[in-house]
């Protein structure tokens, strides 16, 4: 196999439906051979290597540990899918308290033994929050840490297709900013169905205005569904895009879904915040320029900033994370 670097990966979560996933996927897209998986429970994460070890992926070289400090030593890449589980019933805000309080201990766990991390990705929910938690405390640059938020995007683009009949890859241009889930903004205006543009679709027969508001609805509710479908959340999704995210920054060819990063630009009124935004993710990790949209869109995402805002204050109030004026002496690079 011909893999795009030796460097070292890090899978936290690893004996997870999600964390296992990734790691067959990770070696399956010639990423790495070098892959750590991590997780505390012992058994079940000893169970997942052995099922990589069964793959018998030629020249790869997988180890697990239970030692987070042993995990993250000399790594360059982590995805984390380490948090509590959405279960049925629950929204990702559910999971605040307890998942931003793993988050802040992973970013106190790369500053002390992966400061010089490549790239790392958050994707246990609320993944804004605990991205940017993860962030404040790791002492990394702000392009260094980014969050899933393509399966919005992709979610929007599989209900299109669907809608219209026609594959997937006819729809383009399906983008939603801000947070993830409920509370995203829909960018309308830039998609096309089949090179037509959505907005010339929408109020017509085929795509009658109550018709659009129930497939957004389906969009929104995207990961909930998934939950009462399958009886657990999505897996192979954010497994695929997480690590197609990694893969960007490791071959240097771009990812064409936006992704969560970190927007401080008072003057845009965006500060100290981890969102969905349009995003480059190259070699020197994440850039962000805030995206081309309506009046009404551009409003919606600031709606969305502003639910996140609350959730972060939130987490400041927990005493998870430091007040706002106090992250630069925990992180300079903020």
């Known amino acids: 196999m011909s893999y795009i670097t030796q460097d070292k990966l890090v899978i936290l979560g690893a004996a997870g439906a999600i964390g296992s996933n990734m790691t067959q996927s990770a070696l399956t897209m010639e990423l790495t051979p070098n892959v750590c998986m991590y997780d505390p429970f012992e058994k079940g994460l000893e169970g997942a290597a052995e099922e990589i070890y069964h793959c018998a992926f ?26 509590a589980p959405r279960k049925e019933g629950m929204t990702r805000e559910d999971l605040l308290k307890g998942n931003t309080e793993i988050a802040a201990q992973l970013g106190k766990d790369i500053r002390e033994y992966a400061p010089g991390l490549n790239f790392g990705v958050i994707i246990f929910n609320p993944a804004d929050i605990t991205g940017l938690t993860t962030l404040v405390h790791s002492g990394l640059a702000a392009g260094k840490i980014g969050t899933l938020a393509a399966l919005d995007s992709t979610r929007l683009q599989t209900a299109l297709a669907q809608h219209f009949g026609v594959e997937q890859d006819d729809v383009t241009g399906c983008r939603t900013y801000g947070g993830h889930g409920e509370m995203m903004a829909v960018f309308q205006s830039r998609a096309k169905v089949a090179g037509t543009p959505l907005t010339d679709l929408i109020g017509t027969d085929k795509l009658t205005e109550e018709d659009w508001e129930k497939l957004l609805e389906r969009v929104k509710q995207g990961g909930k569904r998934i939950i009462q479908l399958r009886g657990r959340s999505s897996f192979q999704s954010p497994a695929h895009q997480s690590l197609l995210m990694l893969k960007a920054v490791m071959d240097g060819q771009g990812y064409p879904w936006p992704s969560g990063v970190y927007v401080d630009d008072a003057s845009a009124g965006f500060e100290k915040i981890m969102m969905a935004m349009e995003t ?22 600031q709606a969305s900033y502003q639910h996140l805002a609350k959730l972060r204050d939130e987490v400041i109030e927990m005493g998870v994370l430091p007040s706002l004026n106090e992250w630069g002496k925990v992180n300079p690079n903020l």
Do not use: F, H, M
């Open 280 to 301: 480059e993710l190259g070699s020197e990790g994440l850039s962000w320029s805030i995206p081309e949209g309506t009046e009404e869109e551009l409003y919606e995402l």
């Open 58 to 83: 030629p020249g790869a070289s997988v180890t697990w540990t239970t030692d987070i400090g042993e995990a993250l030593s000399d790594a360059k890449y982590l995805i984390s899918s380490g948090g």
